[in-house]
């Protein structure tokens, strides 16, 4: 079962109602007082459904104003009222000052009517003196334009372009907004664009002949510069000549040289500016400059770098149609030319061309110029023209080094090629010096003037002595030697002329390497085949031998030619030498003569089969062989002293003289001789000492030392003599004795002398008759000899 609700109680609801709606009436109040927006209050109201509350609220609230505007009514009236009585009394006062303002209008109107007029004619007046006024500066704007135009056309037909271009300009920047003249103004932008391209085109054309004009001048100017480098290089070996020759003859002090030295150079600078001027780039730099004005430099830059590129390239061919050799000054000249120009523009041409540009042409210049080289260079067979070539190619190094171009990739070209050259210089000094040789009659030379003697001895410092010789003067050697001396020369100055200027400073050791293949390999073998296929007598291998002593002091003059023209002192190039490099031959030579002499000697110890081995009598002026010896010895001397050097003459002296000893102890040892006498070793005893009596007459031309060495030619047949004739032979045994006395003998050889020597009848069946009688000594002392020599045996 349901409770029962309770009921509300009403009392104290009403009065918070009354609260709320008198709260919500001050609110709005304020609200519209302070002209705040209702809007809040209106979406609360109808938010709530009780729009009637609002209502009442604004219609309370309007209730409660007016009475506020009533007494603010009634506040003001008497103003309001004051106000229409002031209105009133104006009104009157302006009716009256109307009616006066009409009648000061009429009278106004009645005077100002002739001013009016007059107005009117002053204003068309002026109107028309304003059109005038626009009229002549219209006229004057015109003239002025057309006298530019005037001034313009005047440039373009003296070519001062530039003037017409900047007159041009004037007009269109200046004066052509400003043209009231539409036909004028249509005339003037039409005619300006055909006049910038007028100029362009005459520019351009004009550029082209330079172009053309700029290969020709370059050629020129690029023979002209290597033509100054080499008058420079010219003249400093003329300077280095002139300085070498006054430190040897000590005739100019050191301060002297240096003075020298510096004009020398000053002048070949001054020289190189001369010819560096002998080129106008005006044509060049006026285009620039039109193109500049006409804004459109780099266009013409571009222009500019793709011309000369192409240039460059047509002139880095080579015409297969011309021969190198004839054509490489030209192209190299050609090449030299362009880039001196093109560092005149670099310099002077204000941006025209850049360094970069420059160094790009440069480089592609190198790399066809080092091609060319390559292939040039692989067909060349002639060292002469290769070494044309080479020095014309550093005569252009050293011309645009000046210019600061680097040139080293051209100078390792020429380098790589060093072989080759001194190869092929080489085959054709081979074939010089046999076609030399050849001609040699094996005679000695005959000077009969005094330049004859400087061309042939001085020249190459072939002199014996400073004292100059009577003319006519017969050389001790023959026309070989000069001759021979002159290719060696031509082949060091060749050799040092392709290594100088090439980069490499310090080159004497290439150049003397080449040297010593030129004279050890190529003059040695020449000289060795003329020895063995030419030299037939004795007087040919003579003279042969005296030319090969001269080749000695020659060799010490090449070095030192070699070593003065590479600009090495002579001390370090005499530190640095070798042994003579003709010793084949010189031996050769020697061998050959000491041959033919054997020979000749051969022939007269023919005559030792004539001897009496076993004759009782010694021949008082020894044998007939031996005399016959000594006479061509003497004979032989006599002529070979003019012609040979002492130390040749003995040494081939030495070796005939123990040829002779040899063939005597042979014929003693030998199936000649059956039986020796002692008279007969008495004889062989004189013949020996005519050759010693031979050897003491030689003592001027030798030394006490080399007269010695001449001696121990025949030791063997002196001792071997001494051994025979001393009253104890058997001493030979003695180890002591046999090495002071008898050490140059063989025991084998005294054996068989010593058994024919002994005397028959002491053998056992000579004893038969002579039983009884006493033994020689001599011969019992060459028994006990031959009887221990077979012990030993």
Same mark, same amino acid.
């Given at each position: ?294 804004? &459109? /430099? =780099?266009? @013409?830059? !571009?222009?500019?770098?793709? +011309?000369?590129? #192409?240039?460059? $390239? ?58 060319? &080289? /390559? =292939?040039? @260079?692989? !067909?060349?067979?002639?060292? +002469?023209?290769? #070494?044309?070539? $080479? ?403």
């Amino acid at each position: 079962m349901q409770s029962p609700k309770p009921r509300r109680k009403p009392g104290p609801t009403t009065a918070g109602a009354d609260s709320a709606e008198k709260l919500d009436e001050l609110l709005i109040s304020s609200a519209i007082c302070n002209g705040e927006d209702l809007g809040p209050f209106v979406r609360k109201t109808f938010a709530t459904g009780k729009p009637e509350t609002l209502l009442h609220h604004l219609k309370l609230f309007a209730r409660s104003k007016e009475s506020e505007i009533e007494e603010v009514c009634k506040a003001h009236y008497q103003d309001f009222i004051n106000a229409v009585d002031d209105l009133k009394s104006l009104l009157s006062d302006v009716e009256s000052l109307k009616s006066s303002l009409s009648d000061s209008n009429s009278k106004l109107q009645s005077i100002a009517a002739p001013l009016l007029s007059s107005l009117d004619s002053l204003v068309e007046a002026q109107t028309v003196s304003k059109n005038v006024d626009l009229a002549i500066r219209a006229v004057t704007h015109c003239v002025r334009v057309m006298d530019i135009v005037s001034r313009a056309n005047q440039h373009l037909q003296s070519g001062s372009f530039y003037m017409a271009l900047k007159c041009v300009d004037s007009i269109e920047s200046d004066l052509l907004e400003k043209t009231q003249s539409s036909t004028l103004k249509r005339m003037l932008e039409k005619r300006i664009p055909e006049i910038r391209g007028y100029v362009e085109r005459k520019v351009s054309k004009e550029l082209g002949d330079w172009l053309v004009e700029i290969r020709v001048v370059s050629r020129n100017l690029g023979q002209l510069a290597i033509g100054e480098a080499s008058a420079a290089r010219q003249r400093e070996e003329e300077l280095r000549m002139k300085q070498k020759e006054a430190e040897e003859q000590s005739r100019l002090s050191l301060r002297d040289c240096v003075y020298a030295l510096k004009e020398e150079e000053v002048d070949e600078y001054e020289s190189g500016l001369e010819g560096s001027d002998a080129f106008d780039l005006t044509p060049l730099y006026r285009a620039y400059h039109i193109h500049q004005t006409l804004s &459109l /430099e =780099d266009r @013409f830059k !571009r222009y500019y770098f793709d +011309n000369r590129e #192409l240039q460059l $390239k047509s002139d880095s061919q080579v015409s297969s149609m011309t021969p190198f050799l004839e054509s490489h000054q030209t192209f190299f000249a050609q090449i030299a030319g362009f880039f001196i120009v093109e560092d005149r523009v670099l310099r002077t041409g204000g941006g025209l061309i850049s360094k970069n540009e420059v160094e790009f042409l440069w480089d592609l210049a190198v790399g066809n110029m080092c091609a060319v &080289l /390559e =292939d040039q @260079f692989s !067909r060349m067979q002639t060292a +002469n023209h290769l #070494l044309l070539i $080479k020095d014309y190619v550093s005569l252009l190094g050293v011309s645009l080094r000046r210019y600061g171009y680097t040139v080293d990739a051209l100078l390792e070209v020429l380098s790589k090629h060093r072989d080759k050259y001194h190869e092929l210089l080489l085959s054709d000094c081979r074939k010089q010096m046999i076609e030399a040789l050849s001609a040699d009659k094996f005679e000695q030379m005959l000077m009969k003037k005094e330049y004859e003697y400087s061309m042939n001895v001085l020249s190459f410092q072939l002199q014996t002595s400073d004292i100059a010789p009577a003319f006519p003067y017969i050389a001790p050697f023959s026309t070989t030697v000069p001759d021979c001396c002159r290719i060696v020369r031509s082949f060091i100055e060749e050799s040092v002329s392709f290594m100088s200027h090439g980069g490499q400073l310090d080159f004497y050791d290439v150049v003397k390497k080449y040297l010593d293949r030129l004279l050890g390999e190529v003059l040695d073998e020449a000289l060795l085949k003329l020895i063995n296929t030419s030299v037939y007598g004795v007087s040919q291998a003579m003279q042969v031998a005296a030319n090969m002593a001269v080749f000695e002091r020659a060799c010490d003059f090449f070095f030192r030619h070699a070593a003065q023209l590479s600009g090495v002192p002579l001390r370090m190039a005499e530190r640095g030498r070798r042994h003579f490099p003709l010793t084949k031959s010189q031996k050769a030579a020697e061998d050959t003569l000491s041959g033919l002499l054997k020979q000749k000697i051969d022939g007269f110890m023919t005559l030792i089969e004539n001897v009496n081995w076993t004759s009782d009598d010694v021949p008082q002026g020894g044998n007939e062989y031996m005399n016959e010896v000594i006479i061509y010895l003497v004979t032989l001397v006599s002529t070979a002293q003019h012609i040979l050097p002492a130390k040749v003459l003995k040494r081939v002296l030495r070796d005939v003289l123990a040829h002779i000893c040899e063939r005597i102890v042979g014929t003693l040892c030998g199936d000649l001789v059956k039986r020796l006498s002692m008279a007969a070793i008495k004889g062989v005893d004189v013949d020996i000492q005519l050759l010693e009596s031979f050897t003491e007459q030689l003592k001027p031309l030798l030394t006490d030392k080399e007269a010695k060495e001449m001696k121990t030619a025949f030791v063997e047949i002196r001792q071997m003599v001494n051994l025979l004739l001393s009253s104890h032979p058997e001493n030979f045994v003695n180890p002591v004795i046999r090495e002071r006395s008898y050490n140059a003998l063989d025991y084998r050889k005294v054996a068989a002398v010593s058994e024919k020597l002994r005397d028959p009848s002491d053998s056992i069946f000579g004893t038969f008759g002579t039983r009884g009688s006493r033994q020689n000594p001599k011969n019992k002392s060459l028994d006990t000899l031959i009887k221990r020599l077979k012990d030993v045996s």
